[in-house]
């Protein structure tokens, strides 16, 4: 039977496309999580539907038994922070390199039908022009932008050389229920709503008039899908986001309105390896994948901040 592998599963953005695949009529759906940053909690209502298997993809005889024979492998395990690959480089290598190397290699040796890929916008850095398009040369800042850029560049690689089907999809600032704010290196909004909860002032790193594409989660997840089955795709790169551009100053004012509090943030020094402006060119990823994000930013952080009420994250 055609299966679907996502690994980094228990994590943010893997939980949500389990969901959305199961949502969807998916038959199998495997997991791959090591549950280094990712929760067992993520999966809780889908747990009797799916197959987890704590793995890690920094070990190729681990995981390759495990996508061997998928129809599609989402691969979403990484670990995921700019922040920390500066702090500690060398876990970010390995899983976001080498990690990203295994599955890529597990899946060619395993026949599987097409990998999608969580790649970053981060790969973009800072570029004169905004929205930014796909045709940019990249210029990674941090050690993570580099690795999720490898990443790409490895799906390029496998698609011409070795005929695996990939796809590329750079998120852009994704955001929404489950996203973990427990710690510094966590996304930022997450961040914000759990200190407007807890009635706390949030630090924002330089001005506050750094901007990003806020994705909502759900919209990532149905992106994936369609990248899963589009055609005349492979080795192809493609921004995730939304098309548009709010500053930090702005998301803080929208948690306080709509979390009915007020409180000034504190601002710190702006931190290495930080992009300042963000906002993708979203032609490619519509005419090509049918990508149609349903969320406004409005929307997506009732959302959230709704379930940060109820589950406090
Ligand atoms: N959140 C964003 O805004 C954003 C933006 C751009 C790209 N991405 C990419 O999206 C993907 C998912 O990110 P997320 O925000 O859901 O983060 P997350 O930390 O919630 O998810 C990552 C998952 O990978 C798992 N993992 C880490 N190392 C592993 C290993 N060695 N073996 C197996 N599993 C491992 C973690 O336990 C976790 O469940 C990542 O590849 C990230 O680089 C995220």
Redesign the pocket.
């Known amino acids: 039977m055609n299966h679907y592998v996502v690994?980094?599963g228990?994590?943010?953005?893997?939980s949500q496309i389990v969901r959305s695949l199961l949502a969807a009529g998916a038959g199998k759906v495997v997991v791959?999580?090591?549950?280094?940053?990712?929760h067992r909690a993520n999966l809780e209502e889908v747990r009797p539907q799916i197959d987890f298997q704590r793995?890690?993809?920094?070990y190729y005889e681990e995981i390759a038994p495990i996508i061997r024979g998928a129809a599609v492998v989402f691969h979403?395990?990484?670990?995921?922070s700019v922040p920390r690959s500066i702090d500690d480089p060398v876990p970010s290598h390995e899983?976001n390199i080498d990690?990203t190397f295994n599955v890529l290699r597990a899946a060619r040796e395993g026949g599987v039908g097409r990998v999608v890929y969580?790649?970053?916008?981060?790969a973009y850095g800072d570029t004169e022009v905004l929205p930014k398009l796909e045709t940019m040369t990249p210029n990674p800042k941090s050690p993570y932008a580099l690795q999720?850029l490898v990443g790409e560049y490895y799906c390029g690689v496998f698609a011409s050389v070795w005929g695996l089907e990939t796809v590329s999809l750079r998120?852009?600032?994704?955001y929404g229920p489950r996203?973990?704010p427990s710690s510094p290196y966590s996304?930022v909004l997450s961040i914000f709503m759990r200190c407007a909860i807890e009635r706390r002032a949030p630090t924002i790193f330089g001005d506050g008039e750094t901007s990003r594409d806020f994705t909502f989660v759900e919209d990532v997840a149905d992106l994936n899908l369609k990248a899963a089955k589009a055609k005349d795709v492979s080795g192809k790169v493609y921004n995730g986001g939304n098309g548009g551009r709010i500053t930090l100053n702005e998301a803080w004012r929208l948690v306080q309105e709509l979390e009915g509090v007020s409180i000034a943030p504190n601002y710190g020094p702006p931190r290495a390896g930080d992009v300042r402006d963000s906002q993708a060119d979203t032609t490619a990823a519509v005419r090509d994948l049918g990508h149609a994000p349903r969320y406004s930013f409005e929307q997506g952080m009732r959302d959230t901040l709704d379930w940060y009420r109820q589950y406090g994250g």
Request: glycine share 16%; net charge negative.
């Open positions: 690994t980094g228990a994590g943010f953005i893997g791959i999580d090591n549950l280094s940053t990712g793995a890690d993809i920094r979403e395990a990484a670990i995921p899983v990690g969580a790649a970053s916008s981060s999720k998120y852009f600032n994704v996203q973990d996304g």
